[in-house]
């Protein structure tokens, strides 16, 4: 039931934020993955490629034929270049530190720059900072109550996703 209302907000919140486009199906596709997503790194701490892959091909087509039909080229390509950039960057830390990011992390926050991208660069690097503030922040909280200590494995993806979403929400309607 909280999924499904979830699920209804972020919906909305797609189409107050582009209207009747192409993007819109972009963001509208990125909510539905991200409940999903969320859901499974809370339960599993995985983030399932068959989410998702087919949620960046989509995303991708979706803003591919925004361009297409509304010449919204410049947007289409920073968003390529945001999630190769935020992707690469996830990459060459999970490389690094395979214990505190994981490939699921690494694609996730491809899509994430993807989509954020597509907004502009400002929020693709708020979407981040909140997601990494979020992730920290619970992480505190878990560790100061005991529930956690400082090198228990958390999921990173919720984190991760409300930041996208509150970078979005600040940003407000996109052109």
Not at 25 to 39: D, E, I, K, N
Not at 50 to 60: D, H, I, K, N
Not at 68 to 82: D, M, S, Y
Request: one cysteine or more.
């Amino acid at each position: 039931m909280l999924s499904a209302a979830v699920l209804a907000v972020l919906l909305c919140g797609a189409v107050l934020l582009t209207g009747a486009r192409p993007a819109t199906l972009a963001l509208c596709w990125a909510a539905g993955a991200a409940v999903v997503l969320a859901q499974v790194d809370l339960a599993v701490h995985r983030l399932p490629d068959r989410v998702t892959l087919p949620a960046g091909a989509v995303c991708a087509a979706a803003l591919l034929a925004d361009a297409a039909l509304l010449g919204t080229w410049p947007a289409l390509l920073r968003a390529l270049l945001a999630a190769a950039a935020t992707g690469g960057v996830a990459l060459l830390t999970a490389l690094a530190a395979p214990s505190g990011l994981g490939l699921g992390d690494v694609k996730l926050l491809a899509l994430l720059g993807l989509v954020l991208g597509w907004a502009g660069w400002g929020v693709l690097l708020a979407g981040v900072l909140l997601g990494l503030l979020a992730g920290a922040a619970v992480s505190l909280v878990l560790v100061a109550a005991r529930r956690a200590g400082w090198r228990t494995a958390l999921p990173f993806g919720p984190p991760l996703l409300l930041g996208a979403v509150l970078a979005l929400l600040v940003e407000g309607p996109l052109p």
